[in-house]
């Protein structure tokens, strides 16, 4: 009951943020999805850093470090430390003037006018909204796993289980519903101000928690006087195969560096991009995002690999996948947060877990909403809505897509990594997209519409290939004589939406002179 407690109460914090940041609300829709172009380097960092470190980062990295090993880093971490700093350096700097020149909100209003098509958003809408759910989905089912087994044992009559691990915990589909409620409130009421605020508070907790959590599980579980001879054993402790990428081939390696490429499309970091007071607030996030990353992570992977040496307690036993003899990798962190710390210091650390999943929920349903209501109603309406009208129709679709996320992660999903690589895997195939839009004078419509349809395609391919993402260790095979080569999967689709973007864009007809010079100034 202690870890429920406080989970509830800071549950309620959250709450109190929100409805605090909706009393400065100025009741324009500007203010309401952007913050009135007013968040500052700090509040920026906090919250680009905030809503890119999810579930996927915390929960999905630990359970991947503990089937894979210790390679997951260098696939994931220190290749997004570079490439998001890098991404935020080329393309947020760029978008923030064109945006902030131009009026754009979302997306779909820059490729509307750097593309001259007035259709793109009827195509680029729905494939932005797809690939956000399974991303919203990872946040979703992970505060749902953390929530049950945190709390196992508070109610051991009212929701019994087999498994000793999550006996008794609060179901899953009540602390999933609890989680998207509380997100739903203050996003509903605070809008991009409340989110921005949050986020910030959030990630303070979660990064702080984290490094907390890392020294009390190393302490406990290698039992030695200091944190440096706690480390050193347990290294030494850890299996060869987990501490080098030996099952994983070289190219399968370097392929998962297209990955990262995805924050150049993610809808809500352009979103948060543009509530920048000034070019000069991307300064400290560009500097400061892949230290941030090494500290949330470096504890994360370790903690997962631990868990695979004989250090680890064997009562209770780790937590299974219902219904088979697999351990839930998803479960491995909270496992350890619950049997190796205080019922106190496990309730605060769920709450930094937690705050580390609600800090990219609120920011993908904001932007879902604010792109339903720019670029599909407001657009297409004979008579543009009145500031109130896109407030309380962004809200309105953010209600739904929250009922709509809550009722897919009812559904039986073992793997938050793997859900989440095929979300980042579409969004990078299609950063040839943008990063041509912001750099190439030769880019075409025709061009951008291919791009975007052999993305969707090949997409589809290889995850059907998968057996629609069943098959974890799926990889694309490319046979060159008698040598096979392992592929990560965005590796063809983003081959694949590159030269169909350059190929067609060679060939059609080029903007007129008025969108390049618009678009170009400097080179017209």
């Known amino acids: 009951m202690t870890q429920l407690i406080i989970i509830v109460l800071y549950l309620g914090i959250l709450l109190g ?139 051991p009559d009212a929701f019994p289980t087999p498994n000793p691990g999550t006996n008794g915990g609060v179901p899953p589909y009540l602390s999933m519903l609890a989680i998207c409620g509380v997100v739903l409130v203050y996003v509903f009421f605070g809008g991009m101000r409340g989110t921005a605020w949050a986020n910030t508070f959030q990630t303070l907790v979660f990064m702080v928690l984290g490094l907390v959590t890392f020294c009390v599980i190393a302490n406990k579980l290698g039992g030695e006087d200091s944190l440096l001879a706690n480390l050193q054993k347990l290294g030494e402790a850890v299996p060869p195969e987990k501490a080098t990428r030996m099952h994983m081939s070289q190219t399968e390696f370097f392929t998962y560096l297209l990955v990262p490429f995805s924050v150049g499309m993610f809808p809500h ?94 920011s993908q349903f904001l932007c879902l909403g604010t792109m339903f209501t720019n670029d599909m109603v407001n657009h297409y309406r ?51 997209l943008v990063f041509a839009a912001l750099y190439w004078r030769g880019l075409t419509k025709a061009g951008a519409y291919a791009s975007i349809l052999t993305t969707v395609a090949m997409w589809c391919w290889q995850f059907y290939a998968s057996g629609y993402g069943a098959n974890r260790t799926y990889t694309f095979d490319l046979t060159l004589g008698e040598a096979v080569y392992k592929l990560q999967p965005v590796a063809p689709i983003f081959l694949a939406s590159a030269v169909a973007l350059v190929a067609v864009s060679l060939v059609t007809p080029k903007p007129s002179g008025a969108t390049l010079e618009r678009f170009f100034p400097e080179q017209a």
């Open 17 to 155: 943020l929100g409805l605090f940041a909706s009393r400065l609300f100025r009741g324009t829709s500007q203010d309401y999805m952007l913050a009135s172009h007013s968040i500052g380097p700090f509040l920026l960092l906090m919250s680009l850093f905030g809503t890119t470190m999810t579930a996927f980062a915390m929960v999905g990295s630990t359970g991947e470090a503990y089937k894979e090993g210790i390679g997951v880093y260098g696939m994931m971490a220190s290749s997004s430390g570079v490439i998001h700093s890098l991404c935020f350096f080329l393309l947020g700097i760029k978008l923030w003037r064109l945006g902030h020149k131009y009026g754009y909100t979302t997306q779909v209003e820059y490729f509307r006018d750097r593309l001259e098509s007035d259709k793109i958003g009827l195509l680029l809408f729905p494939i932005l909204v797809g690939l956000v759910i399974p991303y919203l989905l990872v946040g979703v089912i992970s505060s749902g796993t953390v929530v049950q087994n945190m709390t196992a044992g508070a109610f």
């Open 269 to 362: 970091l352009f979103q948060h991009w543009l509530t920048a007071k000034s070019a000069e607030s991307f300064k400290l996030p560009v500097v400061a995002h892949p230290l941030f990353i090494m500290i949330v992570w470096v504890p994360c992977i370790l903690i997962g690999i631990w868990a695979t040496t004989d250090l680890m307690p064997t009562r209770p036993p780790l937590p299974k996948i219902p219904g088979t003899d697999l351990v839930n990798a998803n479960a491995i962190l909270p496992f350890l947060v619950k049997t190796q710390t205080s019922d106190l210091l496990g309730g605060f650390l769920a709450a930094g877990v937690l705050a580390a999943i609600m800090s990219s929920l609120d």
């Open 382 to 432: 004979s008579e543009p809505l009145s500031d109130r009208g896109q407030v309380l129709c962004t809200r309105l679709f953010i209600i739904g897509i929250v009922a709509v996320t809550y009722f897919f992660s009812l559904g039986n999903f073992t793997s938050v990594f793997n859900l989440g690589v095929w979300s980042f895997s579409g969004f990078a195939s299609l950063f040839p």
